[in-house]
C-alpha cells in the first residue's frame, strides 16, 4: 500500500494510470464515492500562499464524506513554534492524512520520517507531484493515450517542471523544457527522468531554443517568478519574454492544447489570447486538481475503494 506521496516516484507506470482512471471515475459518478473518506480528517497545512490547492483539497475532501482542516502558519510556523518532528507526531494523533506545502523538500521528508499518517506532498521547491497528476488526466481527457504525446514546457526550470517531467518519463510522454540559459531545470532530476524516460520509450530534451518545441501537442507555462523567489516579473521580463507562450508560437510548434499550472500572469509567460482561447484546457486542468487529488486521498486513505 502506498504510504506517502512526496515526489511522485512513489508510483509506476501502472499505478500513474490506475490512479488516473480512478479519477475519471470519480470525476464522472462522483455519487459512488461520496462517503469514500467518511470518517476521516486530513490536515491542509501551508508555509505558502494557494488559491487551487487549498480549494480543491478542502472542497474535494468534502465531496468525498472527509473533513478538512486547514492549517496556515499564524498558528506558529513549524521548526518555530515547535519541531516539524513535534508537528508530525501531534498531528498524526488526531488526523488520518496530512497534506502538505512547504519551502523545503527536507521538511516533508522529516514530517514523513516522525508521521504514522500518509503525507501528501502539495508543492515545495523542488516538486509539486499533484498538480502533475492534473496535468496529465487533463491530457489524456483532450488527447487520449499520453504515451503517443509530446509536451513543451517553457520558462522557468522549476518544481512544476520537475513534476512535469517526471511524470511524463513514468507515462512514455517526450518531453521537452524549453528554459533561457541559467534558468533549466536541476540537473539531477533531468539525470533521474532521462533514465526513467528511457525504460518507457520515452525522451527528455532540455534546450534554450523554442524551436524545440516545434510538433509538441501541447505547450505548458508555469509563472517566470516561483513563490520565495524575490524577482519581480519586470526583473526577469526580458530574459523570458522569447519564451512566451502567444498565438505566433501557437502557430510555429502547431500544438493543439495548452496549459498553465496557475497562478497566471498574462501578458508576462502567457498572452490573454492564448489563455483565454480555443486551445487553452487551463481551467479543465485547475478543475481537475480536485479529482486527481481525490483519487490519490482514496488511494491512501481507503484502498477498498480503488
Ligand atoms: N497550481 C497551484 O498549485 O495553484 P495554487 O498555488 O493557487 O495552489
Ligand atoms: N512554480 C510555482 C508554482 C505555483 C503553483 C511556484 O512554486 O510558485
Not at 501537442?217 to 521580463?237: F, H, I, P, R
Not at 485547475?286 to 481507503?302: F, G, I, K
Request: aromatic content about 6%; hydrophobic content about 40%; some cysteine.
Amino acid at each position: 500500500m502506498l504510504q506517502h506521496f512526496l515526489t511522485g516516484l512513489e508510483l509506476d507506470q501502472a499505478k500513474i494510470l490506475k490512479l488516473l482512471k480512478l479519477a475519471q471515475n470519480i470525476k464522472n459518478q462522483p455519487q459512488e464515492y461520496s462517503n469514500a473518506l467518511t470518517g476521516k480528517s486530513i490536515v491542509t497545512l501551508y508555509e505558502k500562499p494557494s488559491l487551487r490547492t487549498r480549494l480543491s483539497f478542502d472542497i474535494g475532501i468534502n465531496k468525498l464524506g472527509g473533513h478538512a482542516v486547514y492549517l496556515d502558519q499564524q498558528n506558529g510556523a513549524m521548526g518555530d513554534r515547535e519541531s516539524v518532528k513535534d508537528f508530525a507526531l501531534n498531528i498524526s494523533a488526531w488526523a488520518d492524512g496530512l497534506v502538505a506545502r512547504v519551502n523545503h523538500h527536507s521538511t516533508l521528508n522529516t514530517l514523513a520520517e516522525h508521521a504514522s499518517i500518509p503525507v501528501v506532498n502539495s508543492l515545495c521547491d523542488l516538486y509539486h507531484p499533484c498538480q502533475a497528476l492534473a496535468d496529465f488526466l487533463t491530457l489524456q481527457e483532450v488527447h487520449g493515450d499520453v504515451s503517443q504525446l509530446k509536451l513543451a514546457y517553457l520558462g522557468e526550470g522549476n518544481n512544476v517542471t520537475h513534476s512535469l517531467m517526471l511524470l511524463a518519463a513514468t507515462l512514455g510522454t517526450d518531453f521537452v523544457a524549453v528554459c533561457p540559459k541559467g534558468h533549466s531545470p536541476d540537473a539531477q532530476i533531468v539525470k533521474q527522468a532521462e533514465q526513467i524516460a528511457a525504460a518507457n520509450g520515452a525522451s527528455v530534451l532540455i534546450s534554450d531554443r523554442v524551436e524545440a518545441a516545434v510538433g509538441a501537442n501541447a505547450l505548458y507555462a508555469d509563472t517566470w517568478v516561483s513563490m520565495g523567489n524575490d524577482a519581480c516579473l519586470e526583473q526577469v521580463k526580458q530574459t523570458f519574454m522569447p519564451y512566451q507562450i502567444n498565438a505566433a508560437l501557437v502557430q510555429q510548434t502547431g500544438a493543439s492544447t495548452v496549459l498553465h499550472c496557475q497562478p497566471a500572469h498574462r501578458e508576462y509567460e502567457i498572452t490573454s489570447e492564448v489563455m483565454d482561447g480555443n486551445n487553452s484546457k487551463i481551467i479543465q486542468q485547475a478543475q481537475n486538481r480536485m479529482h486527481a487529488q481525490n483519487a490519490l486521498l482514496v488511494s491512501l486513505l481507503n484502498p477498498n475503494y480503488v
